[in-house]
């Protein structure tokens, strides 16, 4: 849990910062920053799919850490609400050993608001992760979002907002079609 | 040798308030085949009783002792994977409340299937037939096309009937039913009885049915016990129990029955609240509430005694037993002349 309080209390941008300079200036694990095109990179540039990752793994982990938080704290809290309930006792009642208990009869249930979260996460994350981006200098949305914004570039703008609008609601359906395969309470008849 | 046998059971709770002594030293036994009621009013240990039998409480702040043999052997202090495994076999469990006590996202027949495969080296085809089989026993109209609906898809009745397959499903040699009808209208309620009964007879399980509702087990137990405060009042066969209650707690409960016929405008109460199990009243339990009280039930805790002329019916009561055959009577002559 402490790492879970580390995660939702510290600012992607601070947390960008810390590692830039500990893992890719001081000790040289990773680049510090930038971005390597995974297709056709430009002259002299370093590319493919290894650099690619290789420059991303800051990013990436700047990234995971404040919603890795948010979500054991979501999953946790939603487990021990299950825990409760009474299926869970019959299912002990049944004789069933604990970790299918957990497995079938618990974390199916507490799944149903992860599901959710994790839909509009991902149409937010397609939008542009604003500050992660920012501090690693990478051509992402987001960052181009800031920029034309700066610049007062309208239709740039506009662009980005409808793109972001459309993967949020797209991922939305995702979610809602996905409800009905996972609870059954909510397929139509 | 009985089927199941409790002697001197005590569970506690820890609290932050303290412990809260939720069963505080009962005993009673249960025979192959037989029926026994456990009636008493809310928070009376009834339903704690069960679910330590069965191994159910949480285990972070659960004291319990004492001994629960079942055919001979102590389940109170096993193995959690030797109770996991007499658990749903050879004793099995229906819960109060219908509507939650079926997992929403697994079909009747997945759950009914779970049940088998735990305990039985079968095919899932064979498990199918066998829950199909318990279906049909249990009334579900249509069982072949019932069986792949959710439990949402199922009323309350219904649902209870899907409970009590699952638990007969193993063929347990124990059923405990907590309060299998409170949470059903009263004709569904009747209906679940019957079925109750009748499977026992098809069965030949042993039954444990916990209840607040006299009615109830006036209608289908052999031997009754009566508790209050988490502790027996009185223990007995259902009709000495019925004919010659002897406790005033018992007399309490009869009493506060609705008649049909009679011409009352409110139902006769036992006056007071349920004493706190953190901290019970010194002395008899039942005397803050006891309209019967007198000094030396405020000091000593009575015992629980046989009845003179009847070892098995016993009670715990300071009153000399004149005094309770004569208010037994007039109470019972009361009910009759209603009647």
Redesign the interface.
């Known amino acids: 849990m402490t790492f879970v309080l580390i995660g939702i209390s510290a600012h992607p941008l601070w947390i960008g910062l810390i590692f830039a300079y500990f893992i890719g200036y001081k000790w040289h694990i990773t680049p510090i920053t930038n971005y390597a095109d995974f297709f056709n990179p430009p002259p002299g540039q370093p590319g493919g799919p290894v650099q690619w990752a290789y420059h991303l793994v800051l990013p990436w982990m700047t990234f995971m850490i404040l919603f890795a938080a948010l979500y054991v704290r979501m999953i946790r809290a939603n487990v021990i609400e299950t825990l409760n309930?009474?299926?869970v006792?019959?299912?002990?009642?049944?004789?069933?050993?604990e970790h299918l208990v957990m497995r079938?009869?618990v974390l199916?249930?507490a799944m149903l608001p992860v599901v959710t979260m994790l839909g509009m996460d991902i149409g937010l994350a397609l939008g542009g992760a604003v500050f992660t981006e920012t501090i690693y200098s990478l051509p992402g949305l987001g960052r181009t979002a800031v920029q034309a914004l700066n610049a007062l570039d309208l239709p740039t703008v506009e662009g980005i907002v409808v793109f972001s609008t459309l993967a949020i609601i797209v991922f939305n359906l995702i979610v809602d079609l996905l409800y009905a395969w996972?609870?059954?309470?909510i397929r139509l008849a | 040798m009985s089927l199941l046998e409790v002697s001197d059971l005590k569970t506690h709770f820890r609290t932050d308030d303290g412990i809260v002594k939720a069963v505080d030293g009962v005993s009673f036994s249960v025979e192959k085949g037989q029926t026994l009621g456990i009636v008493g009013e809310s928070g009376c240990g009834k339903s704690v009783t069960c679910l330590t039998i069965?191994g159910?409480n949480p285990k972070v702040n659960t004291i319990s002792s004492g001994e629960v043999l079942f055919k001979g052997e102590d389940i109170l202090h096993t193995s959690a994977?030797k109770l996991?495994?007499?658990?749903?076999?050879e004793v099995?469990?229906i819960?109060q409340?219908p509507m939650?006590?079926?997992?929403?996202?697994?079909?009747i027949g997945a759950q009914l299937v779970?049940?088998v495969l735990?305990?039985r080296d079968v095919t899932k085809k064979q498990a199918r037939s066998r829950a199909l089989e318990l279906l049909k026993a249990v009334g579900i109209p249509r069982a072949e096309r019932r069986i792949d609906d959710?439990p949402?898809q199922f009323s309350g009745g219904m649902r209870q009937r899907v409970?009590i397959a699952?638990a007969l499903v193993n063929d347990p040699d124990l059923l405990i039913a907590d309060e299998p009808t409170t949470a059903l209208d009263v004709t569904t309620q009747a209906q679940i009885l019957e079925l109750m009964m009748r499977l026992q007879e098809d069965f030949g399980s042993a039954i444990m049915i916990i209840t607040h509702d006299l009615g109830v087990v006036a209608e289908i137990a052999d031997d009754v016990i009566v508790m209050y405060a988490a502790q027996i009042v009185e223990q007995g066969s259902a009709n000495t129990i019925f004919k010659r209650p002897h406790h005033p707690y018992t007399w309490g409960l009869l009493g506060s029955l609705p008649r049909l016929n009679a011409d009352v405008e409110r139902l006769v109460q036992i006056k007071g609240q349920p004493p706190s199990l953190l901290n019970p009243p010194r002395g008899c339990r039942f005397h803050p509430r006891c309209p019967y009280v007198f000094n030396i039930c405020k000091e000593q805790e009575p015992r629980l005694l046989p009845v003179s002329d009847q070892g098995e019916h016993l009670q715990r009561c300071h009153l000399d037993e004149e005094t309770k055959d004569r208010e037994a009577q007039k109470l019972l002559a009361g009910m009759m002349a209603e009647a």
């Open positions: 309930e009474d299926y006792r019959t299912a002990r009642a049944k004789g069933a050993p079938r009869h199916r249930n996972i609870d059954p309470r | 069965m159910l994977s996991r495994q007499l658990r749903g076999d099995a469990m819960f409340d939650t006590s079926l997992n929403p996202v697994y079909t779970e049940a735990l305990h959710y949402h409970m699952m």
